[in-house]
Structure formats: structure tokens, C-alpha cells
């Protein structure tokens, strides 16, 4: 078991993330962090109470002090805004980036050997960042992206046919946005490739329903975004860490050559250990999925260069 993992942002994400982290026993201490030290500090002592129900053993601390983050071997940073309806996640890159650089210092003053894995939006500008300000190996910093998108997609299958969500595998890389690319090629259901089982039709309405899900459920909540499944996306991450478990999948990581790039963030295949990214898979696109892959590119640079842009102001 690892020893201390810090949640950066105590809001619903980081809420619901810590309480999942502390159910599956992914931690000895986790520490919740937030402007409002109380407000941490009851959201932690909330968690702490379920702690008989679920038999975790976890300590679970809150504070408005970044410090308390000394010594934790990972952080999840999910402080700032989230979107609201009718909002892109690009519409809160200037107000996100400021929080992020304020916290993104205090993670290299209190905790310099921990992984990092970022969730606050937009994900794949604030990932870039978070590389670029520290320069720490790329492996230590991951952003959530196409596990979540990768999971979404997997439920619409899973609610679409009526078969086991256990037997579904999806694959969903690219930004996190109205770009991901779903790819179809990879997905299937107990091995057989989803486009004998579904229709083309069908197929099409699962995958811009994936591209929306964000989205499908602001409108629904109205205010709030999604946090349960970001938060279940988030463990599985952390799980694969924990446990050395070596899962292939897709996230946010610096590029440094893969897939024709050089210092841009987007979802790829990576495997995910002790070491944080192990490894990154380079597959091999048809003309499809090339031109997908590369619009997403497209869009995810302009954005890290809008990042460049604001930090230089
Ligand atoms: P929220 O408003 O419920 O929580 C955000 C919390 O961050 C608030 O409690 C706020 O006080 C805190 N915060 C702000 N500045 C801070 C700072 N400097 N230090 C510490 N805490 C600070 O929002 P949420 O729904 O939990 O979403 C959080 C972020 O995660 C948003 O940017 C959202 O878009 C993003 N998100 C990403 C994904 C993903 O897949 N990557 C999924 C869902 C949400």
C-alpha cells in the first residue's frame, strides 16, 4: 500500500475521488486540500466516518495548507472551476491555469518525488503545463482523460445491447473534448469486434454520445458537472500504480516523438505501474483514424499554445 496520497481540490471530484481511494484501501493517509481549511477538514472527518462501514483503517486529513501534501507519493490535483452548461472545458483555461500554477508550486516546494495526476480542465493544456513548469520526467505526470471517455463509452455499449459491461473493451485517445477519437477497430465484446454486433448507425450514436458525455450530464445536473465516474476513473489510475498492475490504458501524457509529436499532452495507450508511465503504445492508425488523431492534435496544440501564451503575459 502506498503511504500518503494528497487530494488537491476537495470540491466534488476530489470528494468522491478520496472516498473511493480510501475504499479500495489505496493509501494509509489521504490528505484532502482546499482553499477553506474547514470546509477540507469536514470533508475529511465525513470520509473518515464511513471508515467502519467500508473497513478502511485510512486517516483521512483536511487542511487549507498546502504543506499538509509533505511527503505524499502521489497528488491528484482537481482544484478549479468545472464547466458550466453551454461551456467548452477551454472556456475555463485562464482561470484554471492561474489556480494550478499557484498549486502546482506548492507541489514542487512540499512534495518534489511525488506522480501527479491532473483532472482540472481543460486536462490536456493543464498536463502540458504541469510538465513544462516542473521538467520532471514525463512519467511522473499523467493527466485522466480516456479512462473516464473510455468508460463512458463502455456503459452506452454495455445499456445499447444489454451484454456485460465485464466483457466490454473500449479505447478512446486523443484530447479530452469534442475531438477524443473512439476507436472502433479496439473495441469489442468478449472479443468480437463491436461492428459485428451493432450497426453502423448505431455505432455513430454511441460514439458522439461518448464525445458529449461530459456534457450529457451538465445539461441534466445543471449544476454541477460529472464527478462519480471522473472520480472511478481516477482510482483505476491510481490502482495501477499502487499495485504495479501494468493496466494499458489510455492517458494524458507528454509526447516526446510518439505519434509524430514533440511536447504536446494528449490521451495515448500507455502502461501504468510503480513507475508511474511505463510505457507508451504507438499504434499504428488507418487513414481514419489518422485524420481523428491528427484534428485532435490540432486542437490540443492550439491550446498549449494559448498555455504559452497567458504564462508569458
Ligand atoms: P468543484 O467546484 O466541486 O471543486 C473544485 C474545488 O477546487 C473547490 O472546492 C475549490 O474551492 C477548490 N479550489 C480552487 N482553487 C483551489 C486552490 N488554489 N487550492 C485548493 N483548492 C482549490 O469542481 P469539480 O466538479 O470537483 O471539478 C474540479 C475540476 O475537475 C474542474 O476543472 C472540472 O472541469 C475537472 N474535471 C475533470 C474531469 C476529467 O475527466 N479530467 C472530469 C470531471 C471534472
Same mark, same amino acid.
Given at each position: ?21 480510501? %475504499?479500495?484501501?489505496?493509501?494509509? &493517509?489521504i490528505v484532502l486540500i482546499d482553499l477553506d481549511d474547514q470546509y477540507a477538514q469536514g470533508v475529511a472527518l465525513d470520509i ?5 462501514? @467500508? ?38 483555461? #485562464?482561470?484554471?491555469?492561474? %489556480? ?40 511522473? %505526470? ?13 456503459s452506452f455499449i454495455a445499456m445499447e445491447t444489454g451484454l456485460s459491461i465485464n466483457d466490454i473493451k473500449t479505447l478512446v !485517445? ?41 456534457? #450529457? ?34 492517458? %494524458?501524457?507528454?509526447?516526446?516523438? &510518439? ?6 499532452a494528449i490521451g495515448v495507450p500507455v502502461v501504468l505501474g510503480e513507475n508511474g508511465i511505463e510505457r507508451i503504445i504507438e499504434?499504428? @492508425?488507418?487513414? &481514419?483514424?489518422?485524420? !481523428? @488523431? ?10 498549449? !499554445? ?8
Amino acid at each position: 500500500m502506498i503511504k500518503k496520497i494528497s487530494v488537491i481540490g476537495a470540491g466534488r471530484v476530489g470528494e468522491t475521488t478520496a472516498q473511493m481511494l480510501a %475504499i479500495q484501501k489505496l493509501a494509509s &493517509e489521504i490528505v484532502l486540500i482546499d482553499l477553506d481549511d474547514q470546509y477540507a477538514q469536514g470533508v475529511a472527518l465525513d470520509i473518515q466516518q464511513t471508515s467502519e462501514v @467500508f473497513k478502511f483503517d485510512t486517516v483521512i486529513k483536511g487542511s487549507g495548507d498546502i504543506s499538509a501534501i509533505k511527503d505524499s507519493n502521489i497528488i491528484i490535483i482537481t482544484a478549479g472551476l468545472p464547466r458550466k452548461p453551454g461551456m467548452d472545458r477551454s472556456d475555463v483555461l #485562464e482561470a484554471n491555469l492561474k %489556480i494550478i500554477d499557484g498549486v502546482m508550486d506548492g507541489v514542487i516546494e512540499h512534495a518534489n518525488d511525488a506522480f501527479v495526476i491532473m483532472v482540472t480542465n481543460p486536462v490536456d493544456a493543464l498536463t502540458y503545463y504541469a510538465c513544462k513548469k516542473t521538467n520532471w520526467d514525463r512519467s511522473r %505526470i499523467i493527466g485522466q482523460a480516456g479512462v473516464l471517455d473510455s468508460l463512458r463509452m463502455s456503459s452506452f455499449i454495455a445499456m445499447e445491447t444489454g451484454l456485460s459491461i465485464n466483457d466490454i473493451k473500449t479505447l478512446v !485517445l486523443g484530447g479530452h473534448g469534442d475531438t477524443m477519437v473512439p476507436l472502433i477497430r479496439y473495441t469489442s465484446i468478449g472479443g468480437v469486434p463491436i461492428t459485428q454486433l451493432l450497426s453502423k448507425d448505431v455505432i455513430e450514436g454511441i460514439i458522439q454520445r461518448t464525445r458529449d458525455g461530459g456534457a #450529457e450530464i451538465i445539461n441534466l445536473k445543471k449544476n454541477s458537472s460529472a464527478y462519480d465516474a471522473p472520480a472511478a476513473a481516477v482510482t483505476v489510475m491510481i490502482e495501477s500504480i499502487v499495485h504495479n498492475k501494468k493496466r494499458l490504458v489510455p492517458c %494524458i501524457s507528454l509526447l516526446e516523438g &510518439e505519434y509524430g509529436q514533440n511536447g504536446l499532452a494528449i490521451g495515448v495507450p500507455v502502461v501504468l505501474g510503480e513507475n508511474g508511465i511505463e510505457r507508451i503504445i504507438e499504434l499504428e @492508425f488507418n487513414d &481514419e483514424e489518422n485524420a !481523428l @488523431f491528427s484534428q485532435s492534435v490540432s486542437v490540443t496544440h492550439d491550446l498549449a !499554445l494559448e498555455v504559452d501564451k497567458l504564462i508569458s503575459k
